[in-house]
């Protein structure tokens, strides 16, 4: 698979005949290996690895109802009180981030109320803080942990 722009992560990958899936941590399952499942599973290591967020708090595709349509989230970092520190969408490497990726991430923050944003195709990754009370966002360097 293409490298992407976190560290190198040693990944369970099988290949059962119908191509290859990688071992998912969180949801303790083998997952088709796709370009966006790729950036997903790195993201997914780097969260853990490198913001030394618990996976127990993590949570990967799950469906919430917005708007009575059912949509999908990528990941979900939790806090221990059950509230939501952060909200990331993934995408493919050769979808170029753009205004129609955070349209699509502000929509599933109406319902989860996060924190924090991270956009990211594997290459390229925006961090946004969410100031509710103010109702407006300030884009970050980085995630906040704390």
Same mark, same amino acid.
């Given at each position: 698979?293409?490298?992407?722009?976190?560290?190198? @992560? %040693?990944?369970?990958?099988?290949? +059962?005949?119908?191509? &290859?899936?990688?071992? &998912?941590?969180?949801?303790?399952? @083998?997952?088709?290996?796709?370009?966006?499942?790729?950036?997903r599973?790195?993201?997914?290591?780097?969260?853990?690895?490198?913001?030394?967020?618990?996976?127990?708090?993590?949570?990967? $595709?799950? %469906?919430?109802?917005? +708007?009575?349509?059912?949509?999908?989230? *990528?990941?979900?970092?939790?806090?221990? &009180?059950?509230?939501?520190?952060?909200?990331?969408?993934?995408?493919?490497?050769?979808?170029k981030?753009?205004?129609? %990726?955070? *349209?699509?991430?502000?929509? @599933?923050?109406? +319902?989860?109320?996060?924190?924090?944003?991270?956009?990211? +195709?594997?290459?390229?990754?925006?961090?946004? $803080?969410?100031?509710?009370?103010?109702?407006?966002?300030?884009?970050?360097? *980085?995630?906040k %942990?704390?």
């Amino acid at each position: 698979m293409l490298q992407l722009e976190f560290p190198n @992560y %040693t990944f369970k990958i099988k290949n +059962n005949g119908n191509g &290859d899936y990688i071992f &998912d941590e969180i949801r303790k399952k @083998y997952i088709k290996l796709t370009k966006e499942e790729w950036v997903r599973q790195n993201c997914v290591k780097f969260l853990i690895n490198e913001k030394n967020f618990p996976s127990v708090l993590i949570n990967i $595709e799950k %469906t919430i109802k917005i +708007n009575k349509l059912s949509k999908r989230y *990528d990941i979900v970092v939790y806090k221990p &009180d059950g509230g939501i520190k952060l909200l990331v969408e993934c995408k493919s490497p050769e979808i170029k981030i753009n205004q129609k %990726t955070f *349209d699509q991430i502000a929509v @599933y923050n109406m +319902n989860l109320k996060s924190e924090q944003l991270m956009v990211t +195709n594997g290459l390229e990754h925006y961090y946004c $803080e969410i100031n509710y009370e103010n109702k407006c966002y300030t884009f970050l360097k *980085d995630i906040k %942990t704390k």
